[in-house]
C-alpha cells in the first residue's frame, strides 16, 4: 500500500527545492510524476518556483471546491493512454487544500495505490494550522519536518509576518494581492518576544 507523505516547516525551509529534488529522483529512474497545486496560491499561478531559482510548471492545479482524486484520475488516464502510468504525486503549498481535499490525497495513496507527497507550511503568521496543513497532521501515514533556523540560530518553528521592519499580528490567514506582506521564520522564543508574549 501507498503512503501519504507530509513533508511539512517554517517558510523558506527549501520545500519547494525538496519537491523539485523529489520529482527529479523519479524521473532520473524513468518514473512519471505529477506536480500539483491548490489553485488559490496566486504568486506564480502554475509553477513551483523554488529560492534557489529552479521553476517547473504543475501538471494540474487543483481548484477550491474541485475534488483532487477525480482531476488526478484524469491526468492519470492521459499518462496511461500515453503509454506510462504514474508512479508518484507531488503536491506543492498544500496548506492551501481543503480537508476534503487532503482525504482525496489519502485515497489516492490508500485506493489507487499512488504514493502522495505533499509539501507544505505548517501554521500561519498567528501560529494556527492552516486548514489543509491541520487534516494532513492528523491523517497523513508519514510526517517529516524540513528544518529551518531563526535569526538567533535556534530551529524556526513559526512564521511571522512583517509589513516593512515592523511584524504583524492581526490580518487575515492569506495576505491579500497587492499588500505587501514578507515572512520571517522565527522560533518559539523570538515569535513571543516579537508578538509582546500572544500566542495565535
Ligand atoms: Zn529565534
Same mark, same amino acid.
Given at each position: 500500500?501507498?503512503?501519504?507523505?507530509?513533508?511539512?516547516?517554517?517558510?523558506?525551509?527549501?520545500?519547494?527545492?525538496? &519537491? =523539485?529534488?523529489?520529482?527529479?529522483?523519479?524521473? $532520473?529512474?524513468? /518514473?512519471?510524476?505529477? *506536480?500539483?497545486?491548490? %489553485?488559490?496560491?496566486?504568486?506564480?499561478?502554475?509553477?513551483?518556483?523554488?529560492?534557489?531559482?529552479?521553476?517547473?510548471?504543475?501538471?494540474?492545479?487543483?481548484?477550491?471546491?474541485?475534488?483532487?482524486?477525480?482531476?488526478?484520475?484524469?491526468?492519470?488516464?492521459?499518462?496511461?493512454?500515453?503509454?506510462?502510468?504514474?508512479?508518484? &504525486? =507531488?503536491?506543492?503549498?498544500?496548506?492551501?487544500? $481543503?480537508?476534503? /481535499?487532503?482525504?482525496? *490525497?489519502?485515497?489516492? %495513496?490508500?485506493?489507487?495505490?499512488?504514493?502522495?507527497?505533499?509539501?507544505?507550511?505548517?501554521?500561519?503568521?498567528?501560529?494556527?494550522?492552516?486548514?489543509?496543513?491541520?487534516?494532513?497532521?492528523?491523517?497523513?501515514?508519514?510526517?517529516?519536518?524540513?528544518?529551518?533556523?531563526?535569526?538567533?540560530?535556534?530551529?524556526?518553528?513559526?512564521?511571522?509576518?512583517?509589513?516593512?521592519?515592523?511584524?504583524?499580528?492581526?490580518?487575515?490567514?492569506?495576505?491579500?494581492?497587492?499588500?505587501?506582506?514578507?515572512?520571517?521564520?522565527?522560533?518559539?522564543?523570538?515569535?513571543?518576544?516579537?508578538?509582546?508574549?500572544?500566542?495565535?
Amino acid at each position: 500500500m501507498a503512503k501519504l507523505y507530509f513533508r511539512y516547516g517554517a517558510m523558506n525551509s527549501g520545500k519547494s527545492t525538496a &519537491l =523539485l529534488q523529489a520529482a527529479y529522483n523519479y524521473e $532520473e529512474r524513468g /518514473q512519471r510524476v505529477l *506536480l500539483a497545486k491548490p %489553485a488559490i496560491d496566486t504568486k506564480g499561478a502554475s509553477q513551483i518556483e523554488s529560492r534557489l531559482g529552479m521553476t517547473r510548471e504543475v501538471d494540474f492545479l487543483i481548484a477550491a471546491g474541485q475534488s483532487a482524486r477525480e482531476v488526478f484520475g484524469q491526468e492519470r488516464t492521459k499518462a496511461r493512454e500515453g503509454g506510462s502510468d504514474i508512479a508518484c &504525486l =507531488l503536491v506543492d503549498e498544500a496548506q492551501f487544500l $481543503e480537508p476534503w /481535499q487532503v482525504d482525496d *490525497l489519502f485515497r489516492i %495513496a490508500v485506493e489507487d495505490d499512488i504514493p502522495v507527497l505533499a509539501y507544505g507550511i505548517r501554521n500561519d503568521f498567528l501560529t494556527h494550522a492552516f486548514p489543509g496543513s491541520g487534516r494532513l497532521l492528523a491523517i497523513a501515514h508519514t510526517l517529516e519536518e524540513l528544518k529551518t533556523i531563526c535569526r538567533c540560530g535556534r530551529k524556526a518553528v513559526f512564521n511571522g509576518r512583517r509589513i516593512g521592519d515592523r511584524f504583524v499580528f492581526d490580518g487575515d490567514q492569506v495576505a491579500i494581492d497587492g499588500v505587501a506582506v514578507a515572512y520571517e521564520s522565527l522560533c518559539g522564543h523570538c515569535y513571543l518576544q516579537e508578538s509582546g508574549g500572544r500566542l495565535g
